[in-house]
């Protein structure tokens, strides 16, 4: 979220900080460990190579704080990035928390927190799902 600001004179979202940012080649995919562990996807924490598919991952985690204030995978300290880890590659997110959202809004976060990436909403059936069009 540290990566995500609002410009106050037109009220618009910029995304920000672009260090690892690089040209990607979907037929070759991506193997390189970088990021914040609290945004990446399983694939990416499991050293496995993996697409853009994981950027949807990270999506569906700022969703889920956008929604709720808190984040998906609850966590001692960032001091124990292994916990973390291990939850986030077993996808076992707090789904108490989205009770409160339209069952669209929980489909939506669900979709994108599929920890295989095969079954994880791309970009465009992410912008075209009921709860972002209405």
């Known amino acids: 979220m540290e990566n995500i600001i609002v410009e106050e004179d037109t009220r618009s979202i910029k995304l920000i900080d672009f260090g690892f940012a690089c040209l990607f080649d979907p037929a070759e995919g991506m193997c390189d460990t970088v990021g914040t562990t609290m945004?990446?996807?399983?694939?990416?924490?499991?050293?496995?190579?993996?697409?853009?598919s994981s950027d949807m991952w990270s999506i569906g985690i700022v969703t889920y704080i956008l929604l709720t204030g808190l984040f998906p995978f609850p966590f001692d300290s960032m001091g124990d990035i292994k916990e973390l880890s291990e939850k986030i590659t077993k996808g076992q997110f707090n789904r108490q928390y989205l009770r409160t959202l339209s069952v669209e809004g929980v489909q939506f976060v669900c979709n994108l927190l599929q920890t295989d990436s095969t079954n994880r909403y791309s970009a465009s059936e992410a912008l075209t799902h009921p709860w972002i069009l209405q």
Do not use: G, R, S
Not at 39 to 52: F, H, R, T
């Open 39 to 52: 945004y990446m996807a399983p694939e990416v924490i499991l050293k496995k190579k993996y697409n853009q």
